[in-house]
């Protein structure tokens, strides 16, 4: 079983910049997994921030999270990260790490980011 785990949420001022960490608890990544970062707000969908393989480290973004949202890997580190920049209160999310692996998805139980005006 593979187990994502999500790390460094906390509560955060506006405008500011936060770092969130994605690993596989008892494991690693593989080249062919999909890493992909979500956001959920109580009462709303959960909404895809964006994407990153593995292995070649493509990324792609949803439009809207487009130029405050960076998503990369660390292949010594063996995490994927999440970086926001520019945080506002409408940030204020659970934020979850999903694993796709070949035709399988696993999700992590998030990470509170909270952002005060």
């Known amino acids: 079983q593979v187990q994502p785990a999500e790390s460094g949420g906390g509560v955060v001022q506006a405008g500011d910049s936060l770092t969130l960490s994605c690993s596989v608890s008892g494991g690693t990544f593989v080249g062919d997994d999909m890493v992909a970062w979500y956001r959920q707000a109580p009462g709303k969908e959960r909404e895809v921030i964006g994407t990153i393989t593995w292995d070649a480290g493509s990324r792609h973004y949803a439009d809207s999270m487009r130029g405050r949202f960076t998503i990369y890997r660390n292949y010594h580190e063996n995490r994927a990260w999440l970086h926001m920049n520019g945080l506002k209160p409408e940030d204020t999310d659970i934020y979850s790490c999903?694993?796709?692996?070949?035709?399988?998805?696993?999700w992590g139980q998030g990470t509170q980011v909270t952002v005060s005006s």
């Open positions: 999903k694993i796709q692996r070949g035709s399988v998805v696993y």
